[in-house]
């Protein structure tokens, strides 16, 4: 079935580098991707979004690149900082035909480990 | 408004207990949706409210789950006779109504183990 998958499964930085995260999706339907992290034991925090007819985004030390051609998503985070350290997920925001709502799909995550 | 609150924060219980979980989520969002993540896994979608209209339910949501939001603010989610497979976090998020609101906000989630 249609999913949302990431490449790896753990990265490790050092500080001060920079990190890259990627993800492919194949619902080619998804109009709208949001990145989180979740640090233990806490629910995932937004980081960024980005829609469909935008390549790019950029945010607060954080870029979001979508390539739709080949349903590729990468989070870039620049100056990676011992703060940073934690699971990153993409998720993929679908509509739901009941009601029109929209709900989201993860996929599992890749843990990032920022080493001093 | 503080966010995405959820008690309680952690829960166990003996095979066979019902328990119940509680999520009051940001006052002016108007829907609410529960997802159930297991260690290593992206969270799982599990039912969302419009309101107080229970507008979806996935095929995870067995006939032991129930899900209620009665006044279309908090919701609770109850797990009937449980099973050592029902341990995971439990975590609730709310939005605004639309698909591109800067995302759903998320509670820290109640963590459930089944012993």
């Known amino acids: 079935g249609e999913s949302v998958g990431l490449h790896l499964p753990t990265l490790s930085v050092q500080e001060g580098d920079n990190s890259i995260i990627n993800c492919a999706y194949s619902n080619s339907a998804s109009d709208y991707f949001i990145w989180y992290k979740q640090e233990s034991g806490k629910g995932p925090q937004f980081i960024i979004d980005i829609r469909s007819n935008m390549d790019k985004r950029q945010g607060q030390r954080v870029t979001v690149l979508l390539n739709k051609t080949v349903k590729h998503l990468s989070l870039q985070i620049a100056a990676t900082q011992p703060g940073d350290s934690a699971v990153y997920f993409c998720?993929?925001?679908?509509?739901?035909?009941?009601?029109?709502?929209?709900?989201?799909?993860f996929g599992t995550g890749t843990q990032l480990k920022v080493e001093l | 408004d503080t966010g995405v609150s959820q008690d309680p924060r952690h829960k166990i219980t003996k095979r066979g207990q019902n328990v119940t979980f509680r999520c009051d989520p940001i006052s002016e969002h108007n829907r609410l949706y529960w997802y159930r993540q297991t260690l290593g896994q992206g969270p799982e979608f599990l039912t969302y409210f419009q309101n107080e209209a229970q507008l979806e339910k996935s095929r995870l949501l067995s006939d032991r789950f129930s899900a209620e939001r009665p006044k279309g603010s908090f919701s609770t989610l109850e797990i009937q006779r449980t099973e050592q497979g029902d341990s995971a976090m439990y975590l609730c998020?709310?939005?605004?109504?639309?698909?591109?609101?800067?995302?759903?906000?998320f509670g820290s989630g109640t963590r459930l183990t089944v012993v």
């Open positions: 998020a709310s939005s605004l109504a639309g698909p591109r609101t800067g995302g759903y906000t």
């Open positions: 998720a993929e925001n679908i509509w739901v035909l009941t009601g029109g709502g929209n709900k989201l799909t």
